[in-house]
């Protein structure tokens, strides 16, 4: 087993892959780097932090791209941006397999502000016409940095996620949130907090996720392999579909609130947990993956 978190986007990319088919466009030797960093003499990434090209996969053709967390914490800026919009406009061009996105990143970089924030809609925008053109975009999520901000949204876009009950999932991250409304609204010091509210298994039981893995490289790759061609239709009932989703986990929050069924120092991912059906909701934080795939009733 070797572990999905601890690897660099390189290293994920070339033990996911078929043993040496990736191919990297705008590789660190094209020194194609962000114009705003160099500007505030903020130190660069030749990649930009992420490395984006095509490979097989099972023997298909895919395309790939993997978010380096470990420079700017994954964040997205204009040239980041750029390469994953360039990714997606080639795939409609030579229609892949499907595409993979590697995803671990904190949201937009807060060095190149707007820049950043506009590079995340033209993602978003680039990844739902593939979708629309019936290529089934897969997100792997499983870095130490978890999947947050405007990355998390882009996710959510996808045909599939797969995550690591290691892995993290949501639009604010701890710290944005702690200091947007206070450590009494979310302590992001309190680690197991932060991965009972946006981790795997979490995602997983409230339905965010579509596979849940060990933290394996190994186990990522079957799961990839096994949603390729396996879009998902982008219509406006499946839209609807995702809305009634979170309509029916807020009534089921709002009913349990109202019956005070909360017990002390319970928080309120395990209340969803024990709403959704969880029997021992509360022992869901020491069950192994397997027996939380097992847990998850729609």
């Known amino acids: 087993m ?28 094209e020194r ?5 960093l160099a500007q505030l003499s903020v130190p660069c990434a030749f990649d930009d932090g ?27 800026g204009e040239v980041h941006g750029a390469k994953l919009v360039g990714l997606l406009r080639r795939a409609l061009r030579d229609r892949p397999a499907a595409v993979l996105l590697l995803a671990e990143s904190g949201g937009v970089r807060l ?27 897969i997100v792997l999520i499983g ?29 604010s991250g701890p710290e944005v949130i702690e200091a947007s409304h206070g450590v009494e609204e979310f ?7 932060v991965w009972r ?29 096994a949603t390729l061609g396996a879009s998902k239709p982008l219509t406006l009932a499946a839209l609807e579909d995702e809305h009634a989703l979170l309509g029916k986990r807020l009534a089921l929050l709002d009913a349990d609130s109202a019956g005070g069924v909360t017990s002390a120092g319970e928080d309120e991912s395990v209340r969803l947990w024990t ?3 969880v029997a021992d909701a509360a022992r869901v934080p020491d069950l192994s993956v397997e027996s939380v795939r097992g847990l998850r009733r729609s």
């Open 197 to 225: 509210t946006t981790g795997g298994k979490h995602r997983w039981l409230s339905g965010d996720c579509d596979v849940l893995v060990e933290d394996d490289v190994a186990a990522f790759r079957d799961a990839a392999i």
């Open 275 to 277: 709403a959704l059906g």
């Open 111 to 137: 060095h190149e502000a707007n820049a950043g924030l506009i590079a995340v809609s033209e993602v978003m925008r680039a990844l739902l016409d593939v979708r629309a053109a019936s290529i089934p975009v």
């Open 2 to 29: 070797i572990s999905f978190a601890e690897c660099s986007a390189r290293e994920r990319l070339a033990l996911l892959l078929d043993t040496g088919t990736f191919h990297e466009w705008l590789p660190p030797s």
């Open 50 to 76: 992420v490395a984006i090209g095509r490979a097989q996969l099972d023997g298909n053709n895919v395309f790939v791209a993997a978010q380096e967390g470990e420079f700017m914490g994954g964040g997205v």
């Open 187 to 193: 302590d992001s010091r309190d680690r197991a907090l």
């Open 143 to 171: 870095g130490a940095n978890g999947c947050f901000g405007g990355m998390g949204i882009v996710a959510r876009c996808a045909d599939h996620i797969v995550m690591s009950d290691v892995g993290r999932l949501a639009m």
């Open 32 to 36: 194609v780097t962000s114009p705003h």
